[in-house]
């Protein structure tokens, strides 16, 4: 069966995405996976943040503090990768991705503090990310993220020819932007040994036609609409 994984937690449903509310949110409404991303600070903070910068300046040029002086004026806290780490173990599968390269060690060491290796997986848009963190430990399920802006006219092929790139990096996963995932591309990846985890899917009628393509996952920011487009179609047998 799909998996719905919840965007930066259950985002469209919660005030700011990738905020502790968002992960409660995506807890209490059941998603099967809850997605989020992790940067880090000028003090060594990993937090779970999105964009590369706040308040117009880089966040790895800010201190953990300094970055949430800002935040609270605006109304709200930036977590740091322990915090939800601890709210979410055991109670929601983790899809981590990491953003930048630099900080594989800690990140790794705050989750063997907290996890089995059943609770979560960890991905990138960069290929060396992925392969450092399976270099540091092998148990680690890893995925490469497909879709970045601007990648040119080569990176794009190798986007849409992305097995060479998944074996270098020994990946486990791959988890292409929704317009890569054509019927063609999953049963190759599926052939391939590689499940497919599908992002960002806002549409009742793209979330079904991507199950009907049985792709493992469907990232999306309304994971309470995925779950009942699911349910809907197993329950009338629509996904078969």
């Not at 990993?46 to 949430?68: E, K």
């Not at 900080?103 to 392969?131: A, R």
């Not at 680690?140 to 020819?161: A, M, W, Y």
């Amino acid at each position: 069966m799909t998996k719905i994984i919840a965007h930066r937690g259950a985002s469209y449903l919660a005030k700011r995405e990738n905020t502790i509310e968002s992960f409660q949110l995506a807890i209490r409404i059941a998603a099967d996976m809850v997605e989020f991303d992790v940067r880090c600070t000028s003090d060594r903070k990993l937090v779970v943040f999105h964009d590369s910068t706040f308040n117009d300046m880089p966040i790895s040029y800010q201190t953990f503090a300094q970055l949430n002086r800002h935040a609270e004026e605006q109304g709200f806290h930036i977590p740091t990768f322990e915090e939800v780490v601890r709210l979410c173990a055991g109670r929601i599968f983790m899809d981590i991705e990491v953003k930048d390269t630099g900080y594989e060690k800690e990140l790794i060491h705050i989750l063997h503090k907290y996890c089995t290796y059943e609770q979560y997986s960890v991905k990138s848009f960069f290929d060396p990310v992925v392969f450092r963190v399976k270099r540091i430990d092998p148990k680690i399920t890893t995925g490469l993220l497909l879709g970045k802006d601007h990648p040119g006219f080569i990176g794009r092929i190798k986007e849409f020819c992305p097995l060479r790139r998944l074996r270098q990096a020994e990946c486990d996963f791959v988890a292409p932007f929704w317009v890569f995932s054509t019927r063609l591309f999953v049963r190759k990846m599926h052939r391939k040994g590689y499940p497919v985890y599908v992002w960002t899917v806002n549409t009742p009628g793209l979330v079904k036609k991507l199950i009907k393509r049985k792709v493992d996952g469907v990232i999306t920011d309304k994971p309470d609409m995925g779950l009942t487009v699911r349910k809907q179609m197993y329950g009338s047998g629509d996904a078969e």
